[in-house]
């Protein structure tokens, strides 16, 4: 399963509660879930909402041309939507994950529920515009719910397309990623200033540093915001997978580790989606059980960061 770390203090959870404060005033990131249903938040830029659990498709979907691996996807896939998923994100840079989620999407009777969702990774408008149209081959569709900017990469040119694209009705959102620490300033001043309705950026109960900046500034601008890389690609499992919960989580239905992080990352209020990678089904229902039950408050997420912290 695909599943450093700042010192817990008094300012953190401040700017932690600040964040709460912004998005809650807003009116962004508030769950919703009828009894037994997925949670969802509101997308921002419209009010539809999306499921709070996601799915990624990094390492997990890139099994080439072996049907017998991409059928066990295709498990994987049935599972995802039979537990009310919605967002499925991949990307060119991810081998042949696209070609591996089109093989999966015609095999199964009703993908209605999915919010589809890529990005564009390379250099120049006419790379970018065979590339986009290439995914949308592979996946089998005509027009994607969401396009992302891949790492910042030529993002000026890739937005002036995307914004065209909106605009002509090819595609419903837009919006740009990055997964590394070191471009959070270079994501902040594009947030800042550019018409986005998605950024994507890594978080989870370790790394916080998008709580400082990043988060509060969604919640401002209102994007939503997607959460890649929730387990460190799995280094929060080796961690912390051997170790005890808190008798507190079944107050809110965690079960396994997956929950514990998974709400973590969702009860922030900035958070539309979180989208963890798997290749497992019995992976994929644990991380879709995080969409259940209630979510951590403030409160509680600020014991949730003491508790990891002091294993």
Known sequence: ???????FNRRQVLTSMAALGVAAKLGIGRALAAP????KRAIPASGEQ?????MGSWITFNVGGSTKLRDRRVQVLEAFFEAGGGMIDSSPMYGSSEDVIGYCLKRIPDTSAMFSATKVWTVSKALGIQQMETSERLWGTKRFDLLQIHNLLDWETHLATLRDWKAQGRVRYIGITTSHGRRHGDLAEIMAKEPLDFVQLTYNILDREAEKRLLPLA???GLGVIVNRPFRRGALFDRFETRPLPDWAGEYEIR???Q???KFIVSHPAVTCAIPATSRVEHMRENMGAARGPLPDA????RMIAYVESL
């Open 260 to 262: 514990f992080l998974l």
């Open 50 to 54: 999306l499921p709070v659990i996601g």
């Open 1 to 7: 399963m695909t599943r450093n770390s700042p010192t």
């Open 219 to 221: 919640a401002e601008r």
């Open 299 to 302: 409160k509680t997420r600020a």
């Open 256 to 258: 396994n580790w997956a």
């Open 36 to 39: 037994g249903a997925a949670l």
